[in-house]
């Protein structure tokens, strides 16, 4: 197999590019999951996505494009089940860091000069760890909220019994 590489690529060069590649991989994973789970604690009828879409995320290439519907959908999600809750968190949560996280990751994927991608990619290395705490932030208020009401509580429920 490493008769075919051009001269000049080592096998430890090939080595260390599949360990970076698999630790991106199980990174993505991770990232997909808390997502996944965060989805999980809101309601059905307050879902914009199914669940099991989220796991798209990890796919290359196709995540170009599906983040920015996850983005928009689990702020749309999270915006629903907190109205139910009539819980107060700033309207359409981890939007605005998500379409961060979005669009860096777009321009990231674009041919552009070294120097231009170098900045990007830390750019988007700030907004990714970001817009995965403020969705880890709101996933733990949730699971706050589901833990002690349960999964089935509306307030408006609570104001008719009162």
């Not at 080595?15 to 990232?31: C, D, E, N, R, S």
């Not at 999270?78 to 605005?96: A, C, S, W």
Request: hydrophobic content about 45%; proline content about 4%.
């Amino acid at each position: 197999m490493f008769d075919m590489l051009p001269e000049g690529i080592s096998k430890d060069l090939i080595q260390y590019a599949i360990i970076v590649a698999v630790i991106g991989l199980i990174i993505k994973v991770v990232f997909a999951y808390t997502l996944y789970s965060t989805l999980k604690l809101v309601k059905k009828e307050n879902q914009c996505i199914l669940p099991s879409q989220i796991w798209f995320v990890a796919l290359p290439l196709f995540n170009i494009y599906w983040n920015f519907e996850v983005v928009r959908r689990l702020a749309d999600s999270l915006n629903n089940e907190f109205y139910d809750r009539q819980i107060e968190v700033e309207e359409n949560p981890t939007r605005k860091a998500g379409q961060l996280f979005a669009w860096t990751y777009l321009l990231r994927n674009i041919p552009l000069p070294p120097f231009i991608l170098l900045i990007i990619g830390m750019l988007h290395f700030v907004y990714y760890i970001t817009y995965w705490i403020k969705v880890y932030q709101y996933k733990s208020l949730l699971a706050l909220h589901v833990n002690h009401f349960g999964t089935d509580y509306t307030a408006k429920k609570e104001e008719n019994e009162n």
